[in-house]
């Protein structure tokens, strides 16, 4: 990474210039990476115009064989619902529940997390108890337990998950402000009587936003990986809606058959994962080599 | 006092501290229930009257306070109260008979799980360690992102239909009760035990290959390798010595992570444990077992990262004086 190119004048050119510069430098993995959420961003906004069938429509016959000159590409599930565009509507339920609750948990979290840095006092005690409590316990496992109480459902799925994740963005976001609120051009703005608004959303939240980008990916992941083990479980996005996590679980008696058909939509989950972490590990690796620069 | 002890007492409290502001949160999100309990289970069309009897028999007419007092010092004892399934009728279930024989199963599955996946684990990360760059390095590296990044039901279903399905060398589902001689009971929880290992492998393994590679630059590794000891030597000898404070917090954390994982492997392969059991009372919102259920859980938890906490402090004395 250091080695080759020594101090160019890489800073005078144009940010779109910059952008292609660093994509040509990117490694095959962070490609596939790209590619592979490009696909997955496009089934789900465009997911009716793709889907060849209805999201809960029932086409057919249940537990229909597929093939490339069948009508259902992938067969039908065990109702008789097409398989195929189910998957392509769980693209846009699944990730869009997830994207929602981690967007959600960001806001919180962060604001909290850089107010807690700059009032230390009690706001920081309590906000960090809390926090330190709702850490001390598995968040599946809360999930869990929040959802047997305030009942299912997609709203309460998101609220719960937004705020259970929001501990761990508090966490880093109070730590990357806390070195922050301690430079000297916090404090002119201070001095130079700027409000609390001024010094959140113009000094600090600038500065501590590389590590959190990288976080929301990873944060992504987590939620998502949880709202698919918890809608597998029966508990988290229920249906008729069309989502990969219940998906396995509605045709998981056809695996004892040999039949492959529930892997399909695990096959979604683990290849956004693995794309999000290729993702993830290129920009990292990018974000420490600019740091090695200096 | 001794300084290591103070710190472990200091970690001690700590933990107490937070496993009480779990168990309040635990109680009172139960507390916060909009509409109340009563409500929720008995549905619209429940009169005050019903409502009333209902919140009687289970006695929740009486102060928050009173009934967690009485509730941490019942559970203390074992006693988590009653099933929600049995009220109203004749068979009333204690929630600890319902926990008891789930708890053994599951513990015996994360026991298994962890005596293998340890010291693979240690073996892979010092073998990594050692060819690091190389392609048995690669190799390793990429297999273990990879299951990082899965969710747990994939890995298990893809073993379930490869060792069960196409070679029916297990079988697909852990059918066991309390009559089920041990061997068997081995036996028939491998593929849970497999599943749970991949997935805790990859985590324990890549951390103790990052915590000998990051000693590998000190200088008394350097003066070791200028000595013309071999490489082996000097990760067996020099490196890992060092690094067991970090590798042993991993593996506390990895145990840790086993009591959340072995929710969903204990749901796809209906083996009886407790995770199990708590998924199907929050299908039924039998809330006294999942209470139960997630205080077991926390307090493994906490138990395990306390153990961790105070074992990294004990190999790093560093840590016992805070600048």
Same mark, same amino acid.
């Not at chain 1, 009587?193 to 001024?198: A, L, S, V």
């Not at chain 1, 508990?235 to 008729?240: A, C, D, F, S």
């Not at chain 2, 491998?190 to 630059?217: C, E, Q, S």
């Given at each position: 990474?250091?080695?080759? =190119?020594?101090?160019?004048?890489?800073?005078?050119?144009?940010?779109?210039?910059?952008?292609?510069?660093?994509?040509?430098?990117?490694?095959?993995?962070?490609?596939?990476?790209?590619?592979?959420?490009?696909?997955?961003?496009?089934?789900?906004?465009?997911?009716?115009?793709?889907?060849? =069938?209805?999201?809960?429509?029932?086409?057919?016959?249940?537990?229909?064989?597929?093939?490339? =000159?069948?009508?259902?590409?992938?067969?039908?599930?065990?109702?008789?619902?097409?398989?195929?565009?189910?998957?392509?509507?769980?693209?846009?339920?699944?990730?869009?529940?997830?994207?929602?609750?981690?967007?959600?948990?960001?806001?919180?979290?962060?604001?909290?997390?850089?107010?807690?840095?700059?009032?230390?006092?009690?706001?920081?005690?309590?906000?960090?108890?809390?926090?330190?409590?709702?850490?001390?316990?598995?968040? !599946?496992?809360?999930?869990?337990?929040?959802?047997?109480?305030?009942?299912?459902?997609?709203?309460?799925?998101?609220?719960?998950?937004?705020?259970?994740?929001?501990?761990?963005?508090?966490?880093?976001?109070?730590?990357?402000?806390?070195?922050?609120?301690?430079?000297?051009?916090?404090?002119?703005?201070?001095?130079?009587?700027?409000?609390?608004?001024?010094?959140?959303?113009?000094?600090?939240?600038?500065?501590? !936003?590389?590590?959190?980008?990288?976080?929301?990916?990873?944060?992504?992941?987590?939620?998502?990986?949880?709202?698919?083990?918890?809608?597998?479980?029966?508990?988290?996005?229920?249906?008729?809606?069309?989502?990969?996590?219940?998906?396995?679980?509605?045709?998981?008696? !056809?695996?004892?058959?040999?039949?492959?058909?529930?892997?399909?939509?695990?096959?979604?989950?683990?290849?956004?994962?693995?794309?999000?972490?290729?993702?993830?590990?290129?920009?990292?690796?990018?974000?420490?080599?600019?740091?090695?620069?200096? | 006092?001794?300084?290591?002890?103070?710190?472990?007492?200091?970690?001690?409290?700590?933990?107490?501290?937070?496993?009480?502001?779990?168990?309040?949160?635990?109680?009172?999100?139960?507390?916060?229930?909009?509409?109340?309990?009563?409500?929720?289970?008995?549905?619209?069309?429940?009169?005050?009257?019903?409502?009333?009897?209902?919140?009687?028999?289970?006695?929740?007419?009486?102060?928050? #306070? /009173?009934?967690?007092?009485?509730?941490?010092?019942?559970?203390?004892?074992?006693?988590?109260?009653?099933?929600?399934?049995?009220?109203?009728?004749?068979?009333?279930?204690?929630?600890?008979?319902?926990?008891?024989?789930?708890?053994?199963?599951?513990?015996?599955?994360?026991?298994?799980?962890?005596?293998?996946?340890?010291?693979?684990?240690?073996?892979?990360?010092?073998?990594?360690?050692?060819?690091?760059?190389?392609?048995?390095?690669?190799?390793?590296?990429?297999?273990?992102?990879?299951?990082?990044?899965?969710?747990?039901?994939?890995?298990?279903?893809?073993?379930?239909?490869?060792?069960?399905?196409? #070679?029916?060398?297990?079988?697909?589902?852990?059918? /066991?009760?309390?009559?089920?001689?041990?061997?068997?009971?081995?036996?028939?929880?491998?593929?849970?035990?497999?599943?749970?290992?991949?997935?805790?492998?990859? #985590?324990?393994?890549?951390?103790?290959?990052?915590?000998?590679?990051?000693?590998?630059?000190?200088?008394?590794?350097?003066?070791?390798?200028?000595?013309?000891?071999?490489?082996?030597?000097?990760?067996?000898?020099?490196?890992?010595?060092?690094?067991?404070?970090?590798?042993?917090?991993?593996?506390?954390?990895?145990?840790?992570?086993?009591?959340?994982?072995?929710?969903?492997?204990?749901?796809?392969?209906?083996?009886?444990?407790?995770?199990?059991?708590?998924?199907?009372?929050?299908?039924?919102?039998?809330?006294?077992?999942?209470?139960?259920?997630?205080? /077991?859980?926390?307090?493994?938890? /906490?138990?395990?990262?306390?153990?961790?906490?105070?074992?990294?402090?004990?190999?790093?004395?560093?840590?016992?004086?805070?600048?």
């Amino acid at each position: 990474m250091t080695a080759g =190119h020594p101090k160019s004048p890489r800073a005078r050119r144009g940010r779109f210039a910059a952008v292609r510069r660093e994509l040509s430098k990117a490694p095959l993995s962070a490609w596939f990476a790209m590619i592979v959420i490009a696909i997955y961003a496009f089934c789900a906004i465009f997911a009716p115009l793709i889907a060849p =069938h209805g999201e809960a429509e029932i086409v057919g016959k249940g537990y229909m064989p597929g093939g490339w =000159h069948a009508d259902f590409l992938l067969g039908t599930d065990q109702i008789g619902r097409d398989i195929f565009s189910r998957l392509i509507y769980g693209a846009r339920n699944t990730i869009g529940v997830a994207l929602v609750a981690t967007i959600i948990s960001f806001f919180i979290g962060i604001a909290v997390g850089v107010l807690a840095a700059l009032n230390r006092g009690w706001f920081d005690q309590v906000m960090s108890r809390i926090a330190d409590a709702l850490l001390a316990m598995p968040a !599946l496992i809360f999930a869990l337990m929040l959802l047997a109480i305030f009942g299912k459902g997609m709203l309460n799925l998101i609220v719960i998950l937004a705020l259970l994740d929001a501990t761990r963005v508090f966490r880093l976001s109070r730590a990357a402000a806390m070195n922050v609120v301690v430079m000297d051009f916090v404090e002119a703005a201070r001095l130079r009587g700027e409000g609390t608004g001024w010094i959140v959303f113009k000094e600090i939240i600038p500065n501590i !936003l590389a590590p959190l980008v990288t976080e929301f990916g990873l944060r992504f992941c987590f939620v998502f990986l949880t709202i698919s083990a918890l809608s597998f479980l029966g508990v988290g996005i229920q249906p008729p809606t069309a989502d990969w996590g219940s998906m396995v679980a509605e045709n998981k008696s !056809l695996i004892t058959y040999g039949n492959l058909t529930p892997l399909y939509a695990a096959g979604a989950i683990v290849l956004l994962t693995v794309a999000v972490n290729f993702l993830v590990d290129w920009l990292l690796y990018r974000t420490s080599g600019l740091r090695d620069e200096q | 006092m001794h300084p290591v002890l103070r710190t472990a007492l200091q970690r001690m409290g700590l933990s107490l501290l937070t496993l009480f502001l779990v168990s309040v949160i635990i109680f009172s999100s139960l507390a916060m229930l909009p509409g109340g309990f009563a409500e929720t289970v008995l549905g619209q069309s429940a009169t005050p009257e019903t409502i009333a009897a209902f919140n009687h028999a289970l006695g929740l007419d009486r102060p928050a #306070y /009173i009934r967690y007092f009485e509730w941490v010092a019942h559970a203390l004892q074992g006693d988590f109260g009653y099933s929600y399934a049995g009220v109203g009728g004749s068979v009333k279930r204690s929630v600890a008979d319902v926990i008891a024989p789930r708890l053994y199963n599951t513990f015996f599955l994360a026991i298994m799980t962890a005596i293998v996946a340890v010291p693979l684990a240690l073996f892979l990360g010092v073998l990594t360690a050692l060819y690091r760059n190389g392609w048995f390095d690669r190799i390793v590296n990429a297999t273990t992102l990879t299951t990082i990044a899965m969710p747990e039901f994939f890995v298990a279903y893809v073993l379930m239909v490869l060792f069960a399905i196409k #070679y029916r060398w297990f079988y697909s589902l852990s059918t /066991i009760d309390p009559s089920t001689p041990f061997w068997e009971h081995v036996y028939r929880a491998v593929l849970p035990a497999v599943t749970l290992m991949l997935v805790t492998v990859a #985590y324990m393994m890549r951390m103790t290959r990052a915590a000998i590679i990051n000693l590998l630059a000190s200088p008394h590794i350097e003066m070791a390798r200028l000595k013309g000891i071999s490489p082996a030597m000097i990760i067996l000898r020099h490196a890992l010595p060092n690094a067991w404070g970090p590798i042993v917090t991993v593996i506390a954390f990895s145990l840790a992570y086993l009591v959340v994982g072995v929710v969903v492997v204990e749901v796809v392969f209906v083996y009886p444990g407790i995770g199990q059991l708590m998924v199907d009372a929050v299908s039924s919102r039998d809330v006294p077992v999942v209470q139960g259920c997630t205080l /077991i859980f926390a307090v493994t938890y /906490i138990v395990l990262n306390l153990i961790a906490d105070v074992i990294g402090v004990v190999t790093n004395p560093r840590l016992l004086h805070p600048k």
